[in-house]
Antibody, heavy 116, light 107 residues
Framework: EVQLVESGGGLVQPGGSLRLSCAAS????????MSWVRQAPGKGLEWVSV???????YYADSVKGRFTISRDNSQNTLYLQMNSLTTEDTALYYC??????????WGQGTLVTVSS | DIQMTQSPSTLSASVGDRVTITCRAS??????LAWYQQKPGKAPKVMIS???SLESGVPSRFSGSGSGTEFTLTVSSLQPDDFATYYC?????????FGQGTKVEIK
């Protein structure tokens, strides 16, 4: 059974950093596309980043240069390093398995709140 | 970047109604489009991929069509469990994008 469990969210001040984790089970993260999607309170879904099985990474313009997606194959875990956070980054962050480009499996999300 | 525009933003309908949601891409994306359903407090669930392929377990009253820049999601006979928000997402380019969502409400 595929399972994705996010962690690492919390309250952080503007300008601060946070690293989100997504522990995967039931499949191997390095063998598929893995993505991060966020949802600000009361708003729609926003794609954030993807890491392909080959290791290529891509980012939405809104986070490019500030966020870094990575994975640890030995831990079967996906990460999102978030730097220079602003209030606009406040959202529920989901990780998702995206084997064919669309997200077939999702975690429950981890909440990031950026506030002073 | 490819922009995705859904219409309408909100749709009021009754059980048994046929409803259609439209998603337009700012440039051609072939059939690289997925539709998701999201209920309050829950993660999204993929309903349709590659514009018209029904995901396993999704009721056959859901269907998708389109190619290029215009796509539709149709529910042939709306059921109580279908009241939710629906999103389209393109995965044609390296930078994926979602539509802004369509909330299907009870009339």
């Amino acid at each position: 059974e595929v399972q994705l469990v996010e962690s690492g969210g919390g309250l952080v001040q503007p300008g601060g950093s946070l690293r989100l984790s997504c522990a995967a089970s039931g499949f191997t993260v390095s063998s598929t596309y893995m993505s991060w999607v966020r949802q600000a309170p009361g708003k729609g879904l926003e794609w954030v980043s993807v890491i392909y099985s080959g290791g290529s990474t891509y980012y939405a313009d809104s986070v490019k240069g500030r966020f870094t997606i990575s994975r640890d194959n030995s831990q079967n875990t996906l990460y999102l390093q978030m730097n220079s956070l602003t209030t606009e980054d406040t959202a529920l962050y989901y990780c998702a398995r995206a084997t064919f480009g669309y997200s077939s499996d999702w975690g429950q999300g981890t909440l990031v709140t950026v506030s002073s | 970047d490819i922009q995705m525009t859904q219409s309408p933003s909100t749709l009021s309908a009754s059980v048994g109604d046929r409803v259609t949601i439209t998603c337009r891409a700012s440039q051609s994306i072939g059939t690289w489009l997925a539709w998701y359903q999201q209920k309050p407090g829950k993660a999204p669930k993929v309903m349709i991929s590659k514009a018209s392929s029904l995901e396993s377990g999704v009721p056959s009253r859901f269907s998708g069509s389109g190619s290029g820049t215009e796509f539709t999601l149709t529910v042939s006979s709306l059921q109580p469990d279908d009241f939710a928000t629906y999103y389209c997402q393109q995965y044609n380019s390296f930078l994926w994008t979602f539509g802004q969502g369509t909330k299907v409400e009870i009339k």
